[in-house]
């Protein structure tokens, strides 16, 4: 049955609230960032990654710029150990980043973790123990000075195998199922195991507070965290470490907020997967500060090939609409908003802004390697007139004139309805072709000459049905001249409205596109040329303006009969 009332608070609040880390307003400093991929990503994948997957993705962590990798849980398979041996046996590990393993405070667990570190040229031992409540008389059904004790235990054991090791060993404690610990006692045993280790500015020890399982929320993560930092022993021989986990899909949220409440450290995986509904995303954390203005001291400049080689690492997909990775999150079908960022672009382009500002994008999808054309303006049903002009001048150079466009743009949405589906830019070039180029279901133009030369005088050929007739004219100019003939041929009248033209390439040899409008009665009727010659792509312009003039008169007709 649902319900509620089954559920209540399991959280506990810090004795003491400062609520300092709600004044400053957005992070201006990376923290240290530590992969948790091989590990907690690893750990929630149906189908473990192999040791070369593993490899490799360790690979791909260095290249993004990580200098802290949790490697795995040494104890835990032979998999595991062996990429450790791997790493080092091979010197694998780069000079500026350190490697982490996780061990249960067990003896044997521990001693297995120091087996598989031996010679690594530097390591951070990541020793935890559950303290919740709900653990402590639950899982263990032991006190919470026996909880204590265990991690105590734990702490001795690896600092004396560290300095057995000898090597550069540094030491990291998790109270684990933290949300559901007491804050107080949390601290008590963070403390207590720091008296063992005795950390130092100069070799410092990492206190690292997880949301194992996240039930509050962020302001709530955000007063314990300030809590911590302030009360924490040996402060400046300690680094203030978060593990958020997503479960009420505010991992991000704690992790800024966290920061801001005195974290120095955040561990994460890439796209945020892990157990349930996985870890803190580490590439929105630093797209965020990225989007911000600050620099988040990790690459993602290349993001369509780091998801590819993860999701082909890990067997799983990144949801398309994932934050900054998604394969359509910077792109925009409605028609209001296709209409703003297409006149914020042209807006960047005109001013040469230095800012990045352009609605609705909130970072330029150039640097993380996306592409305009492709990945921000499509078409469905939903869009308008500014997006869709926007792909004809963007993907083919031509720039319809405004109330045109809308034509166009109405034109374009209806094939979209009509097959229920998406359009690309050949598709909806294709439908400018078919309405605005290739448009002349009444007559088609054969051919035209100008008499003596002189432009004003026009001979034309045009098809009608089955038939082909001669037609003459004269005009004020050579476009006037062949206007007046199709005039006096179909006894119609009407003014030349709109008349605009563009090159379609750079070179003097390339196609031009003209785009007239004529108005008869207050409507406007449209038709496009595209020739290597100016004034013949006027002429076939005006051909299908007045076809389609014509196919508005005989539907006049048609309704009076
Ligand atoms: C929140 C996190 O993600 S933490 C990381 C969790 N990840 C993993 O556990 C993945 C890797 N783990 C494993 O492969 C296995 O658990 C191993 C190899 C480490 C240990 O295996 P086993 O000893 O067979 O089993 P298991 O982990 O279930 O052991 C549970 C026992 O350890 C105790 N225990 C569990 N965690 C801890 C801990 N952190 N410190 C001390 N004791 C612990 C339990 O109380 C239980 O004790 P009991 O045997 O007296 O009942
Ligand atoms: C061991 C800790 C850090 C952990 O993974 C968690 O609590 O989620």
Redesign the pocket.
């Known amino acids: 049955m649902f319900n509620h009332q089954k559920y209540g608070k399991q959280y506990f609040m810090p004795p003491t609230i400062s609520y300092d880390w709600v004044k400053k307003e957005t992070l201006e400093k990376a923290p240290t960032w530590c992969s948790v991929d091989l590990?907690?990503g690893n750990?929630a994948l149906p189908i473990p990654m192999n040791l070369e997957e593993k490899l490799e993705l360790f690979q791909l962590l260095v290249d993004i710029g990580f200098k802290e990798i949790e490697v795995g849980?040494p104890?835990?398979?032979d998999t595991e150990f062996n990429l450790l041996r791997k790493l080092i046996d091979n010197n694998m590990i780069p000079d500026d980043v350190t490697i982490m393993v996780?061990?249960?405070?067990?003896e044997h667990?521990i001693r297995r973790t120091f087996e598989a570190i031996q010679g690594a040229p530097r390591a951070i031992v990541h020793?935890?123990?559950?303290t919740s409540e709900a653990q402590r008389r639950q899982?263990?059904k032991k006190s919470k000075e026996e909880i204590k004790q265990?991690a105590l235990n734990?702490a001795v054991l690896v600092k004396e195998l560290a300095e057995e090791a000898g090597g550069d060993i540094y030491f990291q404690y998790s109270p684990?199922?933290f949300p559901g610990t007491e804050v107080d006692y949390a601290l008590d045993i963070c403390n207590s195991v720091l008296d063992i280790w005795k950390p130092t500015p100069d070799h410092k020890a990492i206190i690292n507070i997880?949301t194992?399982v996240q039930i509050a929320m962020p302001h709530i993560f955000a007063n314990q965290i300030e809590y911590i930092h302030k009360n924490l022993a040996y402060r400046d021989g300690v680094t203030l470490s978060i593990h958020p986990h997503n479960d009420r899909g505010s991992g991000v949220s704690d992790a800024e907020f966290g920061v801001l409440a005195g974290a120095e450290r955040v561990e994460g995986t890439l796209f945020g997967i892990g157990?349930r509904t996985g870890n803190v995303d580490l590439i929105t954390l630093a797209m965020n500060m990225y989007s911000q203005g600050f620099d988040p001291e990790l690459d993602f400049s290349q993001m369509n090939a780091i998801r590819e080689k993860y999701e082909k690492l890990t067997r799983t997909e990144v949801h398309e609409r994932h934050p900054y990775s998604g394969d359509l999150v910077f792109t925009a079908f409605s028609g209001s908003h296709q209409d703003a960022i297409s006149k914020g672009m042209k807006y960047r382009q005109e001013t040469n802004t230095e800012k990045w500002d352009v609605p609705y994008i909130p970072v330029d999808p150039v640097d993380i390697g996306r592409n305009y054309q492709a990945d921000v303006i499509r078409v469905n049903s939903q869009s308008g007139k500014g997006g869709i002009g926007y792909i004809l001048e963007t993907n083919f150079g031509v720039k319809l004139p405004y109330k045109m466009n809308e034509a166009m743009g109405y034109a374009t949405k209806k094939v979209s309805d009509q097959t229920s589906r998406e359009l690309s830019a050949e598709e909806i070039y294709q439908v400018f072709r078919e309405n605005y180029v290739e448009y002349h279901p009444n007559f088609e133009l054969v051919d035209y000459y100008f008499n003596k030369g002189t432009g004003q005088e026009v001979t034309l050929t045009i098809q009608k049905e089955k038939e082909q007739i001669e037609l003459q004219g004269k005009g004020a100019g050579s476009l006037d001249a062949i206007s007046n003939a199709l005039k006096a041929h179909f006894d119609i009248d009407y003014a030349l409205e709109v008349y605009e033209q563009q090159s379609l390439g750079k070179d003097s040899a390339a196609e031009a596109c003209a785009q007239i409008g004529i108005s008869h009665q207050g409507e406007i009727y449209w038709g496009a040329g595209i020739h290597e010659d100016i004034t013949a792509a006027s002429v076939y312009a005006l051909v299908v303006a007045v076809n389609r003039l014509e196919d508005a008169l005989i539907s006049q007709k048609e309704t009076v009969k």
């Open positions: 590990r907690d750990q849980f104890a835990a398979s996780i061990t249960q405070a067990r667990i020793l935890y123990n559950s899982v263990f265990i734990g684990e199922s997880p194992t157990e």
